[in-house]
């Protein structure tokens, strides 16, 4: 991996992690065109460089919501309760999900799924942007369970968080606020199993490889802070409808490569 590769995939996952368009699916594509996964002598990094800059993007959140961190302490039992049913989920059904992961029409059929709902989300759920409910901890629980289904690859976690959150009756903005809050948790947690996982294998990290990490998260961030402002504007003044078609697109994408023969290496 070169810094070329690192900046393009810190600056793919900045601006996916938090738009409901899955980030997975994105840099399925990315490393695939750029032959990081395919090839055995850089797959492993990559799948761990891929998941390492999440935490760039986590400490965009922290830097943007910082209040409610600090001022806001009734906010973590209901940040607990939302983040609880995805790990479960996992380790539940640990083998289909990996199972997922390895096939690109999964990601692609997703994406075109999530696609469809995001076109009508905004009348099965119009909240209003002023007066949408308040979060409590049974409708963080629901939250939760939603961001549970992101495990299968291409749903998108913030999509479902966001879908779980209007279905509660929040307003756009609580509802992606609140995503981008629970993601917090969520990415910590996956990028520290990843790091075990990453190290109980044997692997190491040469001094490049540090390199691109403090780079790539660097990147990450920063584009990330970009990417949530951008985001609350745009979806309190036009919805969701415009992810949606993206998504479609992205999915029929995959699609006919899958289909032209063009291997799509999976993370």
């Known amino acids: 991996m070169t810094i070329i ?4 995939l810190a600056i793919i996952e900045g601006l996916t ?7 997975t699916g994105h840099l399925i594509i990315a490393t695939s065109i750029m032959g990081l996964i ?17 935490l760039g993007c986590i400490l965009s959140v922290m830097v943007l919501y910082w209040r409610d961190f600090l001022l806001n302490s009734n906010f973590y039992l209901k940040l607990f309760l939302a983040f609880i049913p995805a ?18 029409l999964t990601v ?33 629980i629901k939250i939760g369970l939603f961001q549970a289904l992101a495990m299968i690859p291409g749903v998108s976690r913030s999509a479902a968080t966001i879908i779980g959150g209007l279905s509660q009756k929040l307003s756009r903005k609580k509802a992606a606020e ?9 990415i910590f947690a996956a990028t520290i199993y990843k790091f075990y996982k990453f190290i109980d294998e044997g692997n190491g990290f040469e001094s490049n490889q540090v390199h691109l990490l403090v780079v790539g998260n660097i990147v990450a961030f920063i584009v ?17 409808k415009l992810f949606g078609y ?15 023969g063009i291997k799509l290496g999976m993370l």
């Open 5 to 8: 590769h690192a900046l393009i």
């Open 17 to 23: 992690e938090f738009l409901p368009v899955s980030s």
């Open 38 to 54: 395919q090839d055995p002598a850089t797959k492993e990094f990559t799948n761990f460089f891929v998941i390492c800059i999440q």
């Open 87 to 104: 790990p479960i989920f996992y380790f539940l059904f640990k083998k289909s999900i990996d199972s997922f992961l390895e096939n690109a």
């Open 108 to 140: 692609a059929v997703s994406l075109v799924v999530g696609g469809i709902v995001l076109l009508f989300v905004d009348k099965w759920f119009n909240a209003d942007e002023d007066e949408g409910e308040e979060l409590d901890n049974k409708k963080a």
């Open 178 to 186: 609140f995503s981008f809050i629970l993601a917090v948790p969520t």
């Open 224 to 240: 990330g802070v970009l990417a949530i402002k951008y985001f609350i504007s745009y979806i309190t003044k036009h919805g969701f």
């Open 246 to 260: 993206y998504r479609i697109f992205v999915g029929l994408l995959i699609i006919i490569l899958h289909f032209m």
